[in-house]
């Protein structure tokens, strides 16, 4: 059985090949694949750390856009400085507290997707050890 | 003048971690414990011990002292400080615990099969470490200084006796311990003074935040000048004078100074009223060019290319955390790639906490001590801070919970820092066991604590920021490139790592010895990461597209062990066969 989350990555039953060691073992693509550093092994480990770069390129590239473009935006805006927060300069209440909860949040949101994704991946190459876990 | 509060502070402090490394003597039995602590270190703790450890003499003093002398601009040194632990979660946390070396010369080699990286990068681990070990030595030297009344140089060999000798006696196992302790001890040491003095002093007037304005004295103020002072005046003031000024000597007399260059003999009394600008001594004064409310940070004495300079310590101080040597020792702590991306995400609440207070007390010192602006050095302004705000008994109380949580920062982060650099040099350059560690550390522990006798003319800040910018422009791109890139081959690694860290530390050099003063030649040598780790990145990217042929063996397990989730592994290993072919 496989949960919702798969979205249809249930290991499919593939032709199985003589010469291949793997095939003959497992005729699933799976964790034997990733062992055994086959085609099929190669292509999956590829697809896990694709997965992982973009999640964290994409967190990156959040972060990145609000730290990078502050200088920018306060040298373009010079008046922003006079801006006053309950007594205290803008930039003192953004770089000295502001800006850390950003952070936390981004981190935050990075830990929790990338773990999904593994425990996806573990469903797509491994579903009888994790059941077996559970 | 013995300040025997914080004398005793400092002293427990010590002691403390003595005591805590002495027993890891018993626990450390294998080379192995002696290098990493095993790997059984829960998020909390571990998350704490690397904070403990990386919280450093520029977190703790730096820092207030750079945005009190420099400005507002300075707090990009606390965002980049706490933001590199997001981009090291992002990016390196999990891959390369799962990785399993110890050190980055261990991941050179492990990654690239490599013995020619492996020296390079080692010769790095000690440029990075006895430049990091620097700032720290003269933490030590300028905290001890007032609390004891002895020389610079006292602080700086205490520190660097205490710490060699300890790693030398206890290696990590301790430390991890001590580390852990001494997060939360900086996080009271710096965050109870700044909250007590708010809450003492009020926020009141903020009359010395608002933008454009040099600072004035609130009410009248009386400085007493230690040693002789030239300072600078914003505006003309009416001082009242007992004894040297300007060369002449004068008894209990009313001048009238015009703005400018003043001298106070050592000994002088000078009285000035509410409203009167105050005066700074030279290290304290910004460029013509900017003002205090800037967000920008500056190079060279002109002030020139803001916008240079800044991006050059935030991408410095983004990319840097990872490249330190003390610091990716401490993911081997974690049990497993989950646990470590746990603990960079609490690493990054607990810097978070901390930060909040170095800008309180630079605050409070503008706002309600301004007379600390004639202080010879921006660093020692936090130290000073609390006995001026609060006289007494309670001020100086405060004040030895300051310099005993300053001296942890030196402790904690030298010691990390020395086992590095301790373990390198053992390790690569003498391959020796545990004995040669031992003396290793002393021998490291020597250089380090002579090289730091004549940088106390440089900020602490300033120092940091530089070790950042060497790490960032050789060790980062090594390990984010090496973590994801399969078409890394060894010869791009080493080309990168060697041309990006030898460019940067040319420029510090450069810098150091006064090579470019003003102008672009200042924001470039001085704030070097802005070039030096693009270059990095390019030339390890084109020599390994160049160099093809020499794709490390194993590409495909290498990225298999950095990015298969654990669950799978142990999976594995109960089934009896290994997760590999051999």
Not at chain 1, 44 to 52: G, N
């Amino acid at each position: 059985m496989t949960s919702p989350a798969d979205n249809g990555a249930r290991p499919r039953k593939v032709v199985v090949w003589q010469h291949d060691q793997a095939r003959l073992q497992h005729d699933v693509i799976g964790l034997g694949d990733v062992q055994s550093d086959t085609v099929y092994g190669r292509l999956l480990v590829r697809s896990l750390t694709r997965a992982q770069l973009g999640l964290s390129l994409m967190c990156l590239s959040i972060a990145l856009a609000v730290i990078a473009s502050l200088p920018v935006i306060m040298a373009l805006l010079p008046r922003a400085r006079t801006v006053m927060v309950v007594g205290l300069p803008l930039t003192l209440v953004i770089l000295g507290a502001g800006i850390f909860p950003m952070l936390m949040a981004v981190g935050w949101f990075y830990n929790r997707q990338a773990s999904q994704l593994e425990a996806r991946f573990i469903d797509l190459v491994d579903p009888v050890g994790r059941r077996l876990d559970a | 003048m013995l300040n025997v509060p914080a004398v005793a502070a400092i002293a427990a402090v010590t002691l403390l971690t003595v005591a805590v490394g002495a027993r890891g003597v018993r626990i450390a039995r294998t080379p192995d414990d002696f290098l990493v602590a095993a790997r059984e270190v829960p998020p909390g703790l571990n998350a704490a011990a690397i904070s403990g450890e990386y919280l450093s003499a520029a977190s703790f003093l730096g820092i207030a002292g750079l945005i009190v002398s420099q400005g507002l601009g300075a707090l990009w040194y606390s965002v980049g400080y706490t933001a590199g632990y997001l981009v090291l979660l992002l990016l390196v946390a999990a891959p390369l615990r799962r990785f399993g070396a110890y050190t980055i010369p261990d991941f050179a080699e492990g990654r690239f099969a490599s013995r020619g990286l492996r020296r390079a990068t080692t010769a790095l681990v000690l440029v990075i470490g006895w430049f990091y070990l620097l700032p720290q030595m003269k933490g030590a030297g300028i905290t001890l200084q007032p609390v004891l009344g002895t020389p610079y140089w006292v602080g700086v060999v205490a520190l660097g006796v205490v710490v060699s000798a300890n790693i030398a006696m206890g290696g990590m196992k301790g430390v991890t311990f001590v580390q852990c302790f001494q997060y939360w001890l900086k996080l009271c040491a710096i965050g109870i003074p700044a909250l007590v003095l708010l809450a003492a002093t009020g926020h009141g007037s903020a009359r010395n935040l608002s933008p454009d304005l040099q600072p004035v004295f609130t009410h009248r103020t009386t400085l007493h000048v230690q040693t002789s002072t030239e300072f600078k005046l914003a505006g003309p003031a009416t001082v009242r004078v007992t004894g040297t000024l300007d060369r002449a000597r004068l008894a209990d007399q009313t001048v009238h100074l015009p703005a400018g260059l003043h001298t106070a003999g050592t000994g002088a009394v000078l009285t000035f009223g509410s409203g009167s600008p105050v005066p700074a001594s030279l290290t304290m004064v910004q460029p013509s060019s900017t003002t205090w409310d800037s967000p920008f940070l500056t190079a060279g004495t002109d002030g020139t290319h803001p916008l240079l300079a800044t991006y050059g310590v935030i991408i410095a101080t983004l990319f840097g955390a990872i490249g330190l040597p003390h610091i990716l020792v401490r993911f081997y702590t974690n049990p497993d790639g989950g646990a470590a991306r746990r603990t960079t995400l609490i690493v990054v609440m607990l810097l978070s906490t901390f930060y909040l207070f170095p800008a309180v007390l630079a605050v409070l010192t503008r706002l309600r001590a301004p007379e600390l602006y004639l202080s010879k050095d921006p660093d020692s302004v936090v130290l000073a801070l609390p006995s001026l705000l609060m006289p007494g008994r309670p001020g100086e109380l405060l004040g030895a919970l300051v310099a005993a949580g300053a001296f942890a920062a030196f402790l904690s982060t030298s010691s990390g820092l020395l086992v590095s650099v301790a373990g390198a040099l053992s390790h690569d350059v003498m391959r020796g066991g545990v004995g040669t560690f031992r003396l290793c550390a002393i021998i490291a522990g020597t250089i380090a604590t002579v090289a730091a006798l004549p940088v106390n003319r440089f900020s602490l800040g300033l120092l940091v920021g530089w070790a950042f910018a060497i790490a960032a422009s050789s060790f980062w791109p090594l390990i984010v490139l090496g973590i994801w890139w399969r078409r890394l081959t060894w010869v791009g690694a080493t080309a990168g790592v060697l041309v990006g860290g030898g460019a940067c530390c040319c420029a510090i050099v450069a810098t150091m010895l006064g090579a470019a003063t003003r102008s672009w030649g200042a924001a470039l040598l001085g704030q070097p990461a802005v070039w030096t780790v693009p270059l990095a990145f390019s030339v390890m990217i084109v020599t390994s597209l160049l160099t093809q042929g020499s794709i490390p063996p194993h590409v495909e397990h290498m990225m298999l062990r950095m990015h298969l989730p654990e669950g799978l592994i142990r999976r594995t290993y109960r089934a009896g066969r290994p997760y590999t072919r051999a």
